[in-house]
């Protein structure tokens, strides 16, 4: 079993869509929990990173983790075509293990006009 | 302010040579690790290297090798390739105890 588990999709939605993208993780020791949006052949760039147990809102995207589930949630509102990308959740343990992600596979959204 | 540069973005490889890809980190960076994405799956941790030293590691070959330099620029070093190391090659760099980590554009390699 992975440790990071992400459906893959893909998933296509019409412009203006929400879009939740989710994760769920076996292991308890992650307390640090990413999103980063990967654009065809290029490299991962970050979109919200959180902490704690909650959502985190910036601009039209939401990170929700909910450590108790050991799941972890990214909700994109007054979705463009511009959003259509790899969506890939991380997560990282702290303490030694700082900077050492584990991704979930990506999930792949179509946003179409 | 640059982000993180790496080169080659392209190169091709025949089985059983040596590649070195290579990684400047973004501007105020002091730690380098290195990420292994396959095609249609999420990136690998390779390795991390702080102050010159490799400080963590995943569970990759020791054909997998690297180096960081003064300057905080690294280099990927990978020994007798096989086709299974056809893959993206990300650098990510971050400043030390911090998990907000930025990634390069990758170098593909591609072995036949």
């Known amino acids: 079993q992975k440790e990071v588990e992400q459906d893959p999709g893909p998933l296509s939605v019409p412009e203006g869509a929400i879009v939740s993208l989710n994760c769920t993780y076996s292991?308890?020791?992650?307390?640090?929990f990413m999103w980063y949006r990967q654009y065809s052949r290029k490299g991962p760039e970050l979109l919200m990173y959180?902490?704690?147990?909650g959502n985190k809102e910036d601009g039209r995207f939401t990170a929700q983790v909910d450590k108790s589930s050991k799941y972890i949630s990214l909700f994109i509102r007054d979705s463009q075509p511009s959003d259509s990308a790899t969506y890939l959740c991380a997560m990282s343990m702290g303490g030694t293990s700082y900077g050492k992600l584990t991704f979930g596979q990506g999930t792949i959204l179509t946003v179409h006009p | 302010d640059a982000g993180v540069t790496q080169s080659p973005t392209h190169l091709i490889k025949t089985r059983g040579q040596q590649v070195t890809l290579r990684c400047s980190p973004k501007?105020?960076?002091?730690?380098v690790s290195w990420y292994q994405q396959a095609l249609g799956q999420g990136p690998q941790f390779i390795f991390q290297?702080?102050?010159?030293?490799?400080?963590q590691r995943g569970n990759f070959p020791d054909r997998f090798s690297g180096h960081q330099f003064p300057n905080y620029s690294s280099e990927l070093n990978v020994n007798a390739l096989l086709l299974g190391d056809s893959a993206l090659y990300l650098c990510?760099?971050?400043?030390?105890?911090?998990?907000?980590?930025?990634f390069g554009e990758g170098s593909w390699l591609t072995v036949v």
């Open positions: 959180t902490y704690s147990s």
């Open positions: 990510a760099s971050s400043l030390s105890g911090s998990n907000t980590i930025y």
């Open positions: 501007s105020g960076h002091d730690t």
């Open positions: 290297y702080y102050e010159e030293e490799e400080r």
């Open positions: 292991n308890s020791a992650f307390q640090y």
